[in-house]
């Protein structure tokens, strides 16, 4: 949606559908995790800080993503 192709879109989660192992829950605790994120980490948007904070939750330290956003995040590799 953000790049304005709504054709991408169908295949792009059929695409992460083949290649996710588990999706993760949102809990209360991960949402506040987010806002110290958002407070404390220089320009990250709220979807990043939701995603990092999911990550910590779950133990998980590395992401493939090619949102430079999550660079800053403490904990965090990005690879991408």
Do not use: K, W, Y
Request: charge should be negative.
């Amino acid at each position: 949606m953000s790049i304005n192709r709504l054709d991408a879109i169908a295949p792009a989660i059929s695409s992460l559908d083949a290649i996710t192992d588990q999706v993760l829950p949102i809990q209360v605790a991960d949402v506040r995790v987010a806002r110290e994120l958002m407070a404390s980490v220089a320009g990250i948007s709220a979807r990043d800080a939701l995603h990092a904070a999911l990550m910590r939750h779950a133990g998980v330290e590395r992401i493939l993503s090619l949102d430079r956003g999550f660079d800053a995040c403490p904990g965090l590799q990005r690879l991408g």
